[in-house]
């Protein structure tokens, strides 16, 4: 009579058992952050002079994130950090400012104190441009120079720190911690467009 009582427990109890037995499967996304709401739009087929990529970047400077994006959305995120807690746009070469704009990546490469490091096409004829009015208005000495060299790389090995600290360190750059830059290089290809906003 008892055992009849115990049916439907050991029942479920049996359920249950067999259910923790079946393998986890994830879908293919890179982070467990989903990005939040924002006005992000793709960026149009005409401005894509390199082949085609199937990602595309948003840098966000206010949430030291860089969000990546397929087809079908969100990708991933990273945490990251800067050359200054300014997160306005760059001014003129040394002002550790990271520029804000749309640009593309031109080039992958291996550094030798950071490692893999996507280059930016900095400056594009629209920095050029911001660069000279603001030297047309007196806000930049005439002396100044717009600079170069801006990419997405990664900290030095032992330094991932700086990114969970929040702590801004480049010369303009975009960081993003050693280990997570290594996936991030594995799939981002030239020609990705890349848009770096406030």
Partial sequence: MKFHRLLPFLALLGIFSMLSFIPYTHNKKKSVKKPRAKNISKPSPVNKIFAESPYYIIVDK?????????????????????????????????????????FKIILKKIHPKWGHELLLDYPTPESVQR???????????????????????????????????????????????????????SYIPVGTNVTIQP
């Fill in 62 to 102: 206010s949430d030291y994130e860089l969000k990546v994006y397929d087809d079908e959305g969100w990708y991933a995120t990273y945490p990251i950090v800067f050359g200054s807690r300014d997160m306005g746009d760059k001014m003129r070469e040394g002002d550790k400012k990271t520029p804000n704009g749309s």
């Fill in 131 to 185: 660069f000279n009015q603001r030297k047309a208005q007196g806000l930049l000495p005439k002396n100044a120079k717009i600079g170069n060299g801006i990419a997405i790389h990664a900290t030095r090995p032992q330094e991932e720190w700086t990114v969970d600290n929040f702590y801004n360190w480049t010369d303009g750059c975009v960081s993003v911690k050693y280990t997570e830059m290594k996936d991030l290089f």
